[in-house]
T-cell receptor, first 113, second 109 residues
Framework: DTAVSQTPKYLVTQMGNDKSIKCEQN?????MYWYKQDSKKFLKIMFS???????INETVPNRFSPKSPDKAHLNLHINSLELGDSAVYFC????????????FGPGTRLTVT | DAKTTQPTSMDCAEGRAANLPCNHS???????VYWYRQIHSQGPQYIIH???NNETNEMASLIITEDRKSSTLILPHATLRDTAVYYC??????????FGKGTKLSVKP
């Protein structure tokens, strides 16, 4: 009964490929997020989704696109992967926009070779 | 700019209280102080938050100074499993948490 789950846990792929990371939350939360943690361990917000609508899009390349088929899911699609995309990506959710009581998933370690 | 300053690292003996300081001298009147932690290779975990008053829950206590320019997270009886990076967060943009560098707490036997 994991609150926020992500798949896959590890993803190794080559430059130029397109890949997706899936995220699901069973908490009934209205807001979901994607964060990126780079090799220096800085954790940065990428996207927020509230009630299936993108409400904030940080300055990330448009190769990254979040897609939410329903309130419980927020998937991250990445096109034309680059070496610099290698990082750990965390999905999170919270009851409402505001970041309080955010629950984070276990992370997906993406390695681009 | 995370608006918070934390020591890079701290050590604590197992069973003792761990006191993690955070400076947030530019905090505005309606900004909350949040604490999260990240245990190695896991996602960040919410610990506690507060506005003005001291707060306590099953995980920790949060002491906020009267001028709100600093706060201290207290783990009353640290265990080895409390070894983690602890983030003090004040800045919330459009509802999103802005993480700083955090304090790496090492609990030693």
């Amino acid at each position: 009964d994991t609150a926020v789950s992500q798949t896959p846990k590890y993803l190794v792929t080559q430059m130029g490929n397109d890949k997706s990371i899936k995220c699901e939350q069973n908490l009934g939360h209205d807001t979901m997020y994607w964060y990126k943690q780079d090799s220096k361990k800085f954790l940065k917000i990428m996207f927020s989704y509230n009630n299936k609508e993108l409400i904030i899009n940080e300055t990330v390349p448009n190769r990254f696109s979040p897609k939410s088929p329903d309130k419980a899911h927020l998937n991250l699609h990445i096109n034309s992967l680059e070496l610099g995309d290698s990082a750990v990506y965390f999905c999170a959710s919270s009851p409402r926009l505001g970041g309080r009581w955010s629950y984070f998933g276990p992370g997906t370690r993406l390695t681009v070779t | 700019d995370a608006k918070t300053t934390q020591p890079t690292s701290m050590d604590c003996a197992e069973g003792r209280a761990a006191n993690l300081p955070c400076n947030h001298s530019t905090i505005s009147g309606n900004e909350y102080v949040y604490w999260y932690r990240q245990i190695h290779s896991q996602g960040p975990q919410y610990i506690i938050h507060g506005l003005k008053n001291n707060e306590t829950n099953e995980m920790a206590s949060l002491i906020i100074t009267e001028d709100r320019k600093s706060s201290t997270l207290i783990l009353p009886h640290a265990t080895l499993r409390d070894t983690a990076v602890y983030y003090c967060i004040v800045r919330v943009e459009s509802g999103n948490l802005i993480f700083g560098k955090g304090t790496k707490l090492s609990v030693k036997p």
